[in-house]
């Protein structure tokens, strides 16, 4: 697509209940990055993709948290057991190739935990 | 890990002022990043510059690699330039966190009409 698609762009969820992030990339790009913002702050890495395998899942905050991608395309970012701290923005980009060139980032998931 | 830091960290003008802001980093880069964050939320990549300069209308921006810092200008501000600067960095190195950017903490900028 024209650029990076992310769904659902708000999603409020219970305390406890599991949430399901997409990120479409833009064609053709192969390196994909999921970030956090918290409210106020800058931004957290949490995993990256290089085509379907993620070389680096070091910022995960918890074994509640995972990522995949399929096809070298579309990336779900999984919340298990939401808290009141995962309440972020969550923001995918992605890159033609992640050693030479920049990020194009999506308009990101405003999650809300209550 | 890469130290980010970003100067200053709050710039209020008056439409029609310039400014800079810098972005100092602790180790070697091979990827440096300007993005503009606007008051909905949305990252807007002004810049990929990795060292040298490059100009884009009324914004201008200069990478030392050398000496690890970026500056951007901002000439003539309008209000529509309110938001969160963020510099972002890619550390220089082989293995699993080439690919990861590093974020500054931003500078907010606020401009009046």
């Known amino acids: 697509g024209a650029g990076v698609s992310q769904s659902p762009s708000n999603k409020v969820t219970e305390k406890g209940k599991d949430v399901e992030l997409r990120c479409d990339p833009i064609?053709?790009?192969?390196?994909l990055y999921w970030y956090r913002q918290s409210l106020g702050q800058g931004l957290e890495f949490l995993i990256y993709?290089?085509?379907?395998?993620?070389?680096?899942k070091s910022g995960l905050p918890s074994d509640r948290f995972s990522a995949e991608r399929t096809g070298g395309s579309v990336s779900t970012l999984t919340i298990q057991r939401t808290q009141q701290e995962d309440s972020a923005v969550y923001l995918c980009a992605s890159s033609l190739d992640a050693r030479l060139y920049g990020y194009t980032f999506g308009s990101g998931t405003r999650l809300t935990v209550v | 890990g890469i130290q980010v830091e970003q100067s200053p960290p709050d710039l209020i003008l008056q439409e029609g002022a310039n400014s800079t802001l810098r972005c100092n980093f602790s180790?070697?880069?091979?990827?440096l990043q300007w993005f503009h964050q606007n008051p909905w939320g949305q990252l807007i990549n002004l810049f990929y510059i990795p060292s040298g300069t490059k100009q884009n209308g009324r914004l201008s921006a200069t990478t030392v690699a050398t000496e690890r810092y970026s500056l951007l200008y901002i000439s003539s501000s309008q209000t529509t330039d309110s938001g969160v600067y963020f510099c972002?960095?890619?550390?220089?190195?082989?293995?699993?966190?080439?690919?990861?950017?590093?974020f500054g903490q931003g500078t907010i900028l606020t401009v009046h009409p």
């Open positions: 064609s053709g790009h192969t390196a």
């Open positions: 993709f290089q085509g379907n395998s993620a070389p680096d």
């Open positions: 972002a960095v890619r550390l220089n190195a082989g293995g699993t966190s080439y690919g990861k950017l590093t």
């Open positions: 180790d070697s880069v091979n990827n």
